[in-house]
T-cell receptor, first 113, second 114 residues
């Protein structure tokens, strides 16, 4: 069955430290890949997406993600975290064809001073 | 350009009642999707509509239904509410149907069933 796994439920990082959030998917072919962020009481905001081409994609707010086909992964990174980055982050995958967007369970990011 | 608007923001209902949630997509967007978000199950897909036709449906009971109007606005209805229906219901729109069309989300309707 198709699935999206975010292994880390909760991550705490210090402000200014680097960040990597993991995402693995299980699909037959390379799907379309997305990262979304959700602040408390808000909807989801698209950070970045990967469809094809360069495997390192840049997004908003200084985030980037790297697609690794061999590992079926699409990890999100940021070189220096700001306190305002504290939120929940969702990896999402959509396979080619008329299928809905499937989300991982999310990773909650806490940022400490 | 205004974002996706969901009304109401909060709802409190009693078991057995029914509820209707509304979603106005971004102007020009013709595809609308609905998701249910709960702490235990995360984000689960409910429906997707495009040009007033349901294109995809998630694994939810028939108590959950939806529709899309000619102006792309969408409603979802939940009948015979159960306690487990308490959740944040998120609507998302995109310019067109298709796997490479990113979804733009509203802030959701928080439904509490007592």
């Amino acid at each position: 069955a198709q699935s999206v796994t975010q292994p880390d439920i909760h991550i705490t990082v210090s402000e200014g430290a680097s960040l990597e959030l993991r995402c693995n998917y299980s699909y037959g072919a390379t799907p379309y890949l997305f990262w979304y962020v959700q602040s408390p009481g808000q909807g989801l905001q698209l950070l970045l997406k990967y469809f094809s081409g360069d495997t390192l994609v840049q997004g908003i707010k200084g985030f980037e993600a790297e697609f690794k086909r061999s590992q079926s992964s699409f990890n999100l990174r940021k070189p220096s975290v700001h306190w305002s980055d504290a939120a929940e982050y969702f990896c999402a995958v959509r396979s080619r064809g008329n299928t809905p967007l499937v989300f991982g369970k999310g990773t909650r990011l806490s940022v400490i001073a | 350009k205004a974002g996706v608007t969901q009304t109401p923001r909060y709802l409190i209902k009693t078991r057995g009642q029914q509820v209707t949630l509304s979603c106005s997509p971004i102007s020009g967007h013709r595809s609308v999707s609905w998701y249910q978000q709960t702490p235990g199950q995360g984000l689960q897909f409910l429906f997707e509509y495009f040009s007033e036709t349901q294109r995809n449906k998630g694994n939810f009971p028939g108590r959950f239904s939806g529709r899309q109007f000619s102006n792309s606005r969408s409603e979802m209805n939940v009948s015979t509410l159960e306690l487990g229906d308490s959740a944040l219901y998120l609507c998302a729109s995109s310019p067109r149907q298709g796997e490479n069309s990113p979804l733009h989300f509203g802030n959701g309707t928080r439904l509490t069933v007592t």
